[in-house]
Each structure stands twice: as C-alpha cells, then as structure tokens.
C-alpha cells in the first residue's frame, strides 16, 4: 500500500482523536507497511491544557507507535506550562521534546507536520490558520470558533491550504451515538416532531482553577498575545486560566455543552441550522465575579421555512419538526438544600 506522509496523514488524523483504528478502515498491518524516518508524522501541542492533558496525551499513546506519529515540540506562552509540557512528553516519547515560546517561534523552525490545538475557546479558529498556513495539519478543540467572523477567517485558510482539520467533538466518536444515529434514520423511530435536551450540573468548581490562578504572573507569559484579536483589558489571571466563565473569552455554557448538543441534533437529523431561536438566562447560583451566565434556556425551532419547497421533512422520515431545545438547565438545589 504505497502511500505518501500526506496521505497518510489525511487517513490517520482521525485515530489521534481516540478513535478505533476499525472506524478509519485501515488495520496496524498496514501501516507498518509505511513507517519509516521520512514517513514519521511529527506532531506538535498548541497549548499545554488540563485538556490536552487528560485527553489528548492518552489517546495519541494508545496509536503513536503503529500510526508512526510522535510529539516533538510543545508551544506555550506561559512559562510554567511550557516547561511542563516539554518535560511530560519528553518521559512519553523517550526522547527530547522541545519547548517553543509561542506559535510563530516553532512554525519558523519547521519543526512540526500536525498539532494538537487546546488553547483558550476565543483561540481556536486564529491558531488553527495560523497552523494550516504554516503547513500544518490540525486536530483541533471545539468549540472552533466564538464568532462568525473569526470562522470564516478559519474556513478561508483552511480551503486555500487545503488541509486537514478535526474538530474535536467526542460524541462523534461514540458507538452508542453511531448506534442511536443509525436507528433514527433508519426510520424505526417514526416522525419526530420535538427534541429535548438537558443539562443538569451542579458544580460550583466548575472551570475554575483556584490552585494555578495565584501561579500566573503577567511577566511569565505573553497577555497581549493571548489576548489575541480580543480588546485590550488589564493583566487578570482568572480571565486567563478561567476564560470559559468570561466573554468575550468563551461563551460559557453554549460553547462547552450546547454545541455537544446542538451538534447531535444536526447530525442525526442532516439539517445544517434552526429556523429561529430564542434564549433566556443569567447568573442565579454562582456570584463569583463572572461574565457568563450559569443558566440558560433555549428554543431552537427547525420550522418549514428551512426548506419551503419540502416543508421541512427529514431524511427518512415523515412531517415536520420543531426542535424545541430545553439547553443545560444549570441551576439545581445545592447540597445544604
């Protein structure tokens, strides 16, 4: 099976999101019919996350060895978590890995054919242009982007280097999803005419991060850099570290759970985006200086008006739909109560 580095980088991308090599329709035999030193797929970490961490790391150890990928370079504006970074992946990969000031300084040094992408939420869709201009391919963290204007900048690069990016999502990964997506558009299901989602947490520690916050000082990492295309605002480490609890950082509950959500709903159902929308919510529970709310509620109606000319059917399915969405309740009785 002769294949070249991008070929077989377009096939095995999707195993370095912890997918079994069975869903990518090649087997270990096959690929060791390619490795080699010219072949090896040298990946680099955008961002030494807690997610890349609990997440990332353990899934690329499961299929390093027989996809021929190994991690060679750590990127991370925050001193600290640079030196982490370069030091756990260089005990992983038995070798040493390098550590990289920011995005620009290990791009220059053509050091990287991949990466891994767990920066900030707002971070996203920049990193992952800069990274595909660089040469790259991408696995990157949802949510990709936190407004329309930096998706499409995203998408412009992606298209124009051709490519390839992953957004991580792991509900796609998941069998009983594959399962339940099959059943439905089998039909056996019958007519669906309302959907209801729910997200019930109670976690006051939720993204928070009290023992690194008092960590970060404004003179071991680069603020203007991380604040990226975002207006200027003072030095604050909660912002940093925190950043899902602060627009215009992270939409908060929409972009970390509602997208899981919205996303299946679109993936079984193939329709692209609702007719309309309407929300409700604020910060009821947790008065802890943040922006975002810690409850929301949401109406997403997929009406006829999606597709005048069917009346809005489903594929495989009969009548219309109207998707009344009921999105991550988040308030629930604490425990004293």
């Not at 039909?187 to 960590?215: A, K, Y």
Request: proline share 4%.
């Amino acid at each position: 099976m002769e294949k070249s580095r991008r070929t077989f980088i377009r096939q095995a991308s999707i195993a370095g999101a912890g997918v079994m090599l069975a869903k990518t329709g090649f087997s270990a035999k096959s690929y060791k019919r390619i490795i080699g030193a010219n072949d090896r797929v040298r990946v680099g970490v955008v961002g030494f996350s807690d997610r890349h961490k609990s997440s990332h790391m353990p899934c690329f150890m499961n299929h390093y060895k027989e996809l021929n990928f190994e991690v060679v370079a750590v990127s991370d504006i925050w001193n600290k978590r640079r030196e982490e970074g370069a030091a756990a992946w260089s005990k992983k990969m038995d070798n040493t890995v390098k550590a990289y000031r920011n995005n620009e300084e290990m791009y220059s040094a053509k050091a990287v054919d991949a990466v891994f992408m767990s920066t900030a939420d707002f971070q996203h869709a920049r990193h992952c242009a800069e990274a595909v201009r660089a040469g790259c391919d991408v696995y990157c963290e949802k949510p990709f982007a936190e407004t329309m204007e930096d998706a499409r900048f995203a998408l412009k690069a992606v298209k124009e280097t051709g490519k390839i990016v992953q957004i991580g999502s792991q509900r796609r990964s998941g069998a009983n999803y594959h399962a339940a997506e099959e059943f439905i558009k089998s039909g056996q299901f019958g007519p669906i005419t309302m959907v209801e989602l729910t997200w019930n947490v109670n976690q006051p520690g939720r993204w928070r991060r009290p023992d690194v916050v008092p960590l970060l000082k404004e003179s071991d990492t680069d603020w203007k850099r991380w604040l990226m295309n975002r207006p200027y605002e003072a030095f604050d480490p909660r912002k940093y570290l925190e950043f899902r609890l602060f627009w215009p950082y992270s939409s908060g509950l929409p972009g970390q759970w509602m997208s899981h959500q919205i996303d299946t709903v679109h993936w079984f159902s193939g329709l692209k985006h609702p007719r309309s929308v309407t929300a409700n919510g604020g910060i009821y529970m947790w008065k802890d200086g943040r922006r975002n709310w810690d409850t929301i509620s949401a109406a997403f109606d997929y009406g006829p008006a999606n597709d005048p000319a069917s009346g809005f059917r489903l594929p495989l399915h009969r009548g219309c739909i109207t998707a009344m969405m009921i999105l991550l309740n988040y308030i629930t009785q604490t425990a004293e109560n």
